[in-house]
């Protein structure tokens, strides 16, 4: 009661973290919308192919677009900083690996033993026995490879069966990241991870400006580096949330900032701090959570099943063909398959936490031991 008579400008990131009772339910709400948007994004990408996204994200209004990823970096980055203090290191590695490889592997598996025998162009014998096939595999380990032996080739994006799958690679080398961060102890000392953060976003922006001259690529709608600043981003405001406030104007001064930024040059790689801070902002907002979102999270499975069904569409009905199509059917059917995924595969992959630590322990007991002085 008292901080709510303080008014939500004085407080700080923790005050309003203990305020909303340590998970916020804005973060859950974020998620769902997020993944949506990326769905609605996809539906005109696999409609009518890279050629429209490169027209599009070459303009200045890419920036609902290119923004929608680094927010989900952001996002992770400011979530999993918390579990890493909460947790050792080893259990944090494994943490992470259980929230992304199983959903991963059955989503890889699905797409390369079931539906590409169904709708592949090729034979059996051929399309089993392909190097694609076997690349496809190593999806499972992030390792990402886009295609599979005769499927989709007749589709507007003929050589991607999961083109959303881009991002995991970048995400595993944010976790890697802030691994390294904690075995040096970097993440202890917050002036150095955010001078290092700081340093690395800078050195970035110089490298795109003065040696690649501010040519981007706009496929995947944002520079993938600027993922791993927006993380990185997020994890300097956690250690900083005593001191940093949670004020809704200053969410209103980063979103400007942002819409510059997308407009210049290279400034995709200084969107980390601002993106991070309207990310945090929107998700540390509680309202009352629906039904369906209560002690689930779909976003995951959303964000990994929609493009293949998308791919699905396009190449069973390629008369209807257009986004106002793909997008209703997408989503439908990739919150089905987000269900099913949550209920049967990632929330029975997150009950083996309770495993973790023992399985430290044991290898604690077996590890080498340094001798002792004489």
């Known amino acids: 009661m008292a901080l709510a008579l ?28 997020l ?15 890279n050629q429209f996204a490169y027209s599009f994200l070459s303009t200045p209004y890419r920036a609902p677009i290119a923004v929608l ?11 999993v900083a918390g579990s890493l203090f909460r947790n050792s290191v080893a259990t944090f590695v494994g943490l992470r690996a259980i929230r992304i490889v199983p959903a991963l592997a059955v989503e890889t598996l699905l797409s390369a033993l079931i539906l590409g025998p169904l709708l592949t162009t090729q034979a059996l014998q051929s399309y089993f026995t392909d190097p694609l096939f076997f690349k496809y595999l190593c999806n499972i380990f992030g390792w990402i490879h ?43 000392f917050r002036a150095l991870f955010l001078a290092a953060t700081v340093i690395g976003t800078l050195a970035l922006f110089g490298v795109e400006v003065f040696i690649h001259h501010g040519h981007m690529d706009p496929e995947n709608g944002v520079a993938a580096p600027a993922l791993l600043m927006a993380f990185l981003s997020a994890v300097s405001i956690y250690l900083y949330r005593d001191t940093l ?24 790689y200084l969107v980390g701090f601002p993106v991070a801070y309207v990310t945090i902002f929107l998700g540390l907002l509680n309202p009352e959570k629906i039904g369906v979102l209560k002690g ?17 569409f396009v190449f069973l009905l390629p008369a209807d063909r257009h986004w106002y199509f793909v997008f209703p059917v997408s989503f439908v059917l990739g919150s089905v398959f987000a269900g ?29 031991r340094k001798p002792k002085a004489a």
């Open 296 to 312: 689930a999270d779909y976003s995951y499975g959303l964000y990994i099943y929609h493009y293949v069904i998308q791919q699905v």
């Open 340 to 368: 099913l995924s949550w209920h049967m595969v990632e929330k029975p992959a997150l009950r083996s936490r309770r495993y973790l630590p023992a399985v430290e322990r044991m290898f604690a007991a077996v590890s080498p």
């Open 6 to 33: 303080r008014g939500v400008n004085s407080m700080t990131l923790e005050e309003r973290m203990v305020a909303t009772g340590g998970r916020a339910s804005g973060f859950d709400y974020l998620r769902i919308v």
């Open 245 to 268: 406030p949670w004020n809704g104007w200053g969410a209103a001064a980063c979103s400007l900032v942002l819409l510059v930024l997308f407009l210049v040059p290279g400034g995709d």
């Open 146 to 188: 886009y295609r599979l032996p005769g499927l989709f080739l007749p589709n507007p994006v003929s050589d991607r069966v999961n083109g959303q799958l881009w991002t995991v690679p970048w995400e595993l080398w944010c976790y890697l990241a802030l691994t390294v961060a904690a075995l040096s102890r970097i993440v202890r």
């Open 69 to 79: 990823v680094p927010m989900f970096f952001a996002l992770s980055g400011f979530l």
């Open 35 to 49: 993944a949506t948007a990326v769905v609605f994004w996809h539906a005109f990408t696999t409609a009518y192919g």
